[in-house]
């Protein structure tokens, strides 16, 4: 074998490939093949740090799929517990659906009533885009503003007598 004519030929790694390609032939001692003394703490401290024990790791593989299989258990468990909730789900569902079916409803009635009394009340029938009939309507429902509002005043009063005298039960 040549001797070593170049720098980097002179590197350690270049020197252990070397020998692992010609063995023996390659004219170097076997011993450039492991680290020095002064080499020897660093390189634990490198394989501690960037290459655990297979302990270690074979325990935190485990770790790992035990915490998969709680989680998906867990998730199973909560889908299991909404299905058993759904026909309730879907019962309050439909009943909203069909209360503000009902709301609209009345709402459409008592707007339709509303126009009437307005035409009533202007003595002919007026179509929805007419001035007057406008004017009237927003009168209407200016009255209705106010009759409810007194209406609501009258029942918070009666709730208060009540409450002084005794008839009811004090709301907590």
């Not at 020897?40 to 490198?46: G, N």
């Amino acid at each position: 074998m040549n001797k070593l004519s170049f720098l980097k030929q002179y590197k350690t790694g270049y020197v252990r490939a070397l020998y692992g390609r010609h063995g023996r032939s390659s004219g170097l001692k076997p011993g450039v093949l492991w680290p020095r003394k002064e080499e020897l703490p660093y390189l634990k401290q490198y394989e501690k740090t960037f290459f655990p024990k297979l302990d270690d790791l074979i325990r935190e593989n485990k770790s790992k799929k035990e915490d998969a299989i709680r989680k998906r258990q867990e998730r199973e468990r909560e889908i299991l517990e909404n299905l058993e909730k759904l026909p309730a789900a879907f019962e309050s569902f439909f009943d909203k659906i069909e209360t503000k079916k009902r709301e609209r409803e009345e709402y459409i009635k008592k707007k339709e009533a509303m126009i009437e009394e307005v035409r009533e009340i202007l003595g002919f029938r007026a179509k929805p885009s007419d001035e007057r009939f406008q004017e009237a309507l927003a009168k209407r429902e200016e009255e209705e503003v106010a009759a409810r509002r007194k209406e609501a005043r009258k029942r918070k009063e009666n709730a208060g007598l009540e409450e002084m005298l005794g008839l009811k039960p004090k709301k907590e």
